[in-house]
């Protein structure tokens, strides 16, 4: 079965410090994992995903799959990055998504 | 990416009383996908909709109460049937466009029922 866990569902930080958002998975197959945002009054959109090993808004996450984690970086906090952060395992032929719990992220000035 | 929109965006709704919601793509789409959001909850997936054959749905939500059409590969509808307080909720629609190898959202539809 596939399962995500984010296991802070807060996290306060101040402008210009460090953040990790934790990302912990299971699954036997071969894993796609993708991070979702969703900023408030606004959809949920994808920010990154690990296939593109890209940086978006100043964020990287890296696949380690010894210790089936994916976890969302960003060297320094913006207030604007405050926001409800989903992480989520996709892989299977037919697309379905599992979505870990959700972490809000809190920037404060 | 694709541009998807919703209706109702919100609504409110008696027990016993059926609700159907849409799902507007702006471009042809092969996967289409419905959500819900409880309260405090995460997102999990009811259904998968594909054009030209009947909705895959997850272990939980079976076709009576939660009945989808996709009639042509731009437009989707889920039905909420028999509705009772514990399917107030935010229900979305995502697709998946060809190649792009992700989902895209819509905005949600937020229901509540008395």
């Known amino acids: 079965a596939q399962r995500v866990t984010q296991p802070e569902k807060l996290l306060s930080v101040f402008k210009g410090a460090p953040v990790e958002l934790k990302c912990n998975y299971s699954?036997?197959?071969?894993?796609?994992l993708f991070w979702y945002v969703q900023y408030s009054r606004q959809r949920l959109q994808l920010l990154l995903r690990?296939?593109s090993r890209e940086s978006i808004k100043g964020f990287t996450a890296d696949l380690n799959k010894g210790e089936t984690s994916f976890h969302l970086k960003k060297p320094f906090a913006q207030e604007e990055d405050s926001a409800m952060y989903y992480c989520?395992?996709?892989?299977?032929?037919?697309?379905?998504?599992?979505f870990g719990q959700g972490t809000i992220l809190t920037v404060h000035p | 990416s694709a541009v998807i929109s919703q209706k109702p965006s919100r609504d409110i709704c008696q027990r016993g009383t059926s609700l159907t919601i849409q799902c507007q793509v702006d471009?042809?789409?092969?996967?289409m996908f419905w959500y819900r959001q409880q309260p405090g909850q995460s997102l999990t997936l009811i259904a998968t909709?594909?054009?030209?054959?009947?909705?895959?749905?997850e272990s939980g939500f079976v076709i009576d109460k939660f009945p989808i059409s996709r009639p042509n590969l731009t437009f989707s509808t889920l039905t909420v049937s028999n509705m009772s307080p514990e399917d107030s909720s935010i229900y979305l629609c995502?697709?998946?466009?060809?190649?792009?190898?992700?989902?895209?959202f819509g905005p949600g539809t937020r229901l509540l029922v008395l």
């Open positions: 471009s042809q789409v092969t996967m």
């Open positions: 690990h296939i």
């Open positions: 995502s697709v998946e466009p060809w190649g792009a190898e992700t989902q895209y």
């Open positions: 909709a594909n054009q030209g054959s009947e909705a895959t749905y």
């Open positions: 989520a395992l996709g892989g299977t032929s037919y697309g379905k998504l599992t």
């Open positions: 699954y036997s197959g071969s894993p796609e």
